[in-house]
Each structure stands twice: as structure tokens, then as C-alpha cells.
């Protein structure tokens, strides 16, 4: 097993759920396919999907809800085969 | 209606709450009426143009819009440390709150805008919907509120006709919209509009609108002193992505004197029911084919394409806007408006085109920006200005006047081409191609045009 950094896409403002107060995509021990969506990066008011990129359990988030982040910088970690 | 002061005197300070270009538009009208002004800036806005140009700023607090622009404690606070008399809340952000509106007039200042009450009646598009048909103002054929649940929005959809529209009736501004083509999208598509009205506007209520396909937005400009109403014509707006405006002019090239009269009649009686006081707009859809045309919303604030009927008319809303609320009346009669020219405005968003409109932040370096007669930049762009994250993409507004629209189309060629905006990518090869297309140049389009425009390659 090895740990994965799943990387945003774009810089911006990273979100764990779709909508302030609604249910984070993902959470910690969850399992994640290639496709799953575990957060979004709202940028200019615009929102980007960050996928998981890898198939495995998702192990942490490296990042807060809220946070800033940057071109591709790490925002969790999947632990996968 | 509520009254929280018995005289008002002509505005001494005035406080603009919101950022941007429209912020450097504000503060330019208020200096001419030697009107003092306070900025509130969050921190990503302390090196703005906008900033620099206020006689003062206060900051609201960090570069979220949730945490500055939107925090109504932060800018009431920030209201009543600058000493301004007088609010002017721009587009957006706080504008269309009637939360925010009250609560700067329970401070005993001014609200540059209509009454709270009004805001609040036109901001449910539902019931704005509702004061059209009383006003006598043709709607398009939907329910006569919000529906409360699926089962009366598949009555009403099957009366209505399909393709049908859900519309979120907090929501406005081409937001909150689905399009149901049968009785199963629309059960699904039904609860997952209410579940994304309530997330983004804090209200789930859905009203549904028959879905009219080919039709052109046009909209009408009226100026209101709580007594009187006059319009200032009219402006189409149907080059939209995603139903965000990009490229407006006015006159709208399709209509006959006619519908034009018919149009700015039904906006004046509209404005006129609810007493309207400020700047504010009539959205219609009209159909060119058979001339009808049909209400959609109403928007109690200054819109992003004002310039271009300014540059019609002669007329400086923002200005008339600050005397209204300093307590003046009108000061046209409606045959002192007359429209002369044709203007037209592009509107420079900072995404890629090449790369589906990825936005594109950055610091702007080797700009230059037209100029020369009958062009008009309202920006808040300079040499070395940082492009922020945070908010929407919107860099600067051409605006061209020439006597013809064919002129116009000639001078936002040139005009454009004399733009160099290096640092950042931005929408600007996308509009020189538009204005080289023949059927913009012939005006034949509508709203479904630009889309469909661009997924056949020809942007």
C-alpha cells in the first residue's frame, strides 16, 4: 500500500462539500474509486471538481475546508495498492 | 410603505459597498457631485484601483466575498466607521438584499436604490411575477407562484406545455434554472432544483415557466423618484454563456417602433405599481417571429451594461441614482430622452477561451487599453494590477457609440484591436471573432445563439 497525493487542478478556494452546509463528498476511511469526486476548487466564481484520481481508501485531508490553495498542491491522500 | 427619516438632503459621504469596476464607476460619479467617498475593501482589494482612487477605505475583512463583500455585520460596522450619509451597493453582493437595505436606513443612512419593500417584492421572482400580470405586463404562460410540490408542478407542467422551465424564485441572474423536456426529468429534476435553491439562495421555493426556445432578451431601462417613472429604452442582451451576459447593445437592433413603444410602456407601468424609486430594469423575452414578447424578472439595481444606454441617451444613471437618493425628482421628462446612435459593449472576462473558459488569474502586465471618440473602458484594470482569485472574472467593459450599428460594430473592432493585455488569458479573441460573424453583424441571433455558436467550433 502506498500513499497517493490527490492534486487540485486549479488554484482557488478548496471545498469538501457541493454547498456551504451541505454533506462533505467524501470523508476519511471512505472508500474511492479513479472518478470520485472529493472536493471542489471554486475559482472566479467558477467550480472545478478534484477527483480522487486513484482507486483506494481515502486516508486525510491535507487542506481545510475554505482553504487556499494552488495549482496542483495536495489536497488529500488515497491509500491504494 | 416605511419611512425611516422625513427629509433627506442632497448626500455629503457616500459609503460603496462593493468592488471592482463598478466600485471605480461609483466613486467617479459621486467626486463629480463633489460627493466625499469611503471604500469598503476586503484584503485582497487594498492595492485596487477602486482603492486608490476612494478618499478613503475601511476593510471589511479577508478575501472571501462570504467574509467581506457579503458579511452584512462586517459592512454595517465598516458603515458606521466611515461617517457616510448615503450607501451605494453597486451590482451583486449585497445589492438586491432587502436585509442589508433595511438595516442601512434603520442606521438612519441612505439606500442608493429602491425601497427594501420593493427589492423584496422583485427579488421573489415568483411574486414579481405575480405584480407583472397585475400591472398588465404580458408573463410567459407558467404557475402563478412557487410550487410546493411535485405532484402540482406535473399538473401545472402538463397545462403549461413542455419543455418547461424551473426557476428558483430567489434566484435571478440566469441563476438557478432547469429545463424539464417530460414528466420524469421533470419529477427528478424538480427535487434536485429545490435542493440547489435552498443551498444557494437560502430558499427552496421553485416556480416553473413554459420554456420558450428561440427568443431574444431584451430589456428596458426606467429611472423611478418614488413618483414618477420614464424609461431610457431599451437593450438586448442575447449573446449569453451559461446565461451570463457578454456582449449587450442598445438599441436592440430587432424591434420595430412599435414593440419598442409597447415594451417601455409595459416596463414604465410595471415600475409605476410598485411606486419605483432608483435605477432599475424590465427583463422581457421577445419572440421575433410572432412580435410577443413576455416578462421574466425585474432587477431594482444598476446593471453591469448600463453604459451602453448612457452613451444613447446622454444620460449618467449612476449620477441620477445619487440625486434621486439625496432626495431630488426626476430631472427628463420622458420626451427629453431620445436615443441617438448605437452603442455597443464587450465584455473582457479574464478565462480562456482556447481552454473552455478556464479562468485565469494572473497580474497584468503591457497593458493598453483603447481609447479615441466614441470609445468608453470602464475597468478596473492598471499595469502590474493583480487579477484576484476571488471574485468573478470580469476585467473591463468596451463600450463603443457611432451613429449606425454597422459603425459600431467597425469602431469595437478597432477598438479591440488596439487592446494588449498581457499576464492573463481573457475572452478578447472571442469577441473579435463574434463581431467578424455574419449573423452578429446582422443581428440575427438570440439567446441560444452564442452557445450553440461555440460548440460548433466557429469561436
Known sequence: MSEHNVLTPLPGTFYRSPSPGAPAFVKEGDVVTVETVIGVVELMKQFTEVLAGVAGTLSAFVVDDGDAVDSDQPVATVAAP | ?459
Request: proline share 4%; net charge negative; charged share 25%.
Open chain 2, 1 to 459: 410603505m416605511t419611512s425611516y427619516f422625513s427629509e433627506r438632503g442632497p448626500i455629503r459621504r457616500l459609503f460603496i459597498a462593493n468592488r471592482g469596476e463598478i466600485a471605480v464607476r461609483i466613486i467617479r460619479a459621486a467626486r463629480e457631485l463633489g460627493i466625499e467617498t469611503v471604500l469598503g475593501i476586503s484584503s485582497a482589494d487594498r492595492e485596487s484601483l477602486s482603492a486608490k482612487l476612494a478618499d478613503a477605505v475601511v476593510e471589511l475583512g479577508p478575501p472571501a466575498a462570504a467574509k467581506s463583500y457579503l458579511n452584512i455585520d462586517a459592512v454595517l460596522t465598516a458603515i458606521e466607521a466611515s461617517g457616510a450619509d448615503a450607501v451605494h451597493p453597486g451590482y451583486g453582493f449585497l445589492s438586491e438584499n432587502a436585509d442589508f437595505a433595511h438595516a442601512v436606513r434603520r442606521m438612519g443612512r441612505i439606500f442608493v436604490g429602491p425601497d427594501p419593500e420593493t427589492i423584496e417584492l422583485m427579488g421573489n421572482k415568483a411574486v414579481a411575477r405575480e405584480c407583472a400580470v397585475r400591472a398588465g405586463v404580458p408573463t410567459v404562460p407558467g404557475t402563478p407562484g412557487v410550487v410546493s410540490d411535485v405532484e402540482v408542478a406535473l399538473t401545472s407542467a402538463a397545462t403549461i406545455g413542455f419543455p418547461v422551465m424551473l426557476k428558483a424564485a430567489a434566484g435571478g441572474g440566469g441563476k438557478g434554472i432547469r429545463v424539464a423536456r417530460s414528466l420524469d426529468e421533470l419529477s427528478t429534476l424538480f427535487v434536485e432544483a429545490q435542493r440547489e435553491a435552498l443551498a444557494a439562495f437560502g430558499n427552496g421555493g421553485i416556480y416553473l415557466e413554459k420554456f420558450i426556445g428561440r427568443a431574444r432578451h431584451i430589456e428596458i431601462q426606467i429611472l423611478g423618484d418614488g413618483q414618477d417613472v420614464i424609461h431610457l429604452y431599451d437593450r438586448e442582451c442575447s449573446l449569453q454563456r451559461r446565461r451570463q451576459k457578454i456582449l449587450e447593445e442598445a438599441p436592440a437592433p430587432s424591434l420595430s417602433a412599435e414593440v419598442r413603444e409597447r415594451l417601455c410602456a409595459a416596463a414604465v407601468a410595471l415600475a409605476r405599481s410598485v411606486s419605483y424609486s432608483s435605477a432599475g430594469t424590465i427583463e422581457f423575452l421577445y419572440d421575433d417571429d410572432t412580435g410577443e414578447f413576455f416578462f421574466i424578472e425585474m432587477n431594482t439595481r444598476i446593471q453591469v451594461e448600463h453604459p451602453t444606454t448612457e452613451m444613447v441617451t446622454g444620460i449618467d444613471l449612476v449620477r441620477e441614482m445619487l440625486c434621486i437618493a439625496g432626495g431630488a425628482r426626476l430631472r427628463f421628462k420622458q420626451d427629453e430622452i431620445r436615443l441617438h446612435g448605437v452603442a455597443i459593449e464587450c465584455r473582457l472576462n479574464a478565462e480562456d477561451p482556447e481552454r473552455g473558459f478556464l479562468p485565469s488569474p494572473g497580474t497584468v502586465n503591457g497593458l493598453r487599453l483603447p481609447a479615441g471618440p466614441g470609445v468608453r473602458v470602464d475597468s478596473m484594470l492598471y499595469d502590474g494590477y493583480k487579477v484576484s482569485p476571488f471574485y468573478d472574472s470580469l476585467l473591463a467593459k468596451v463600450i463603443v457609440w457611432d451613429e449606425s450599428r454597422s459603425r459600431a460594430i467597425s469602431r469595437m473592432k478597432r477598438a479591440l484591436g488596439e487592446i494588449e493585455l498581457g499576464g492573463i488569458k481573457s475572452t478578447l479573441p472571442l469577441h473579435l471573432r463574434l463581431l467578424g460573424d455574419e449573423a452578429v453583424q446582422s443581428a440575427n441571433y438570440h439567446t441560444n445563439f452564442l452557445e450553440a455558436w461555440l460548440a460548433a467550433g466557429a469561436g
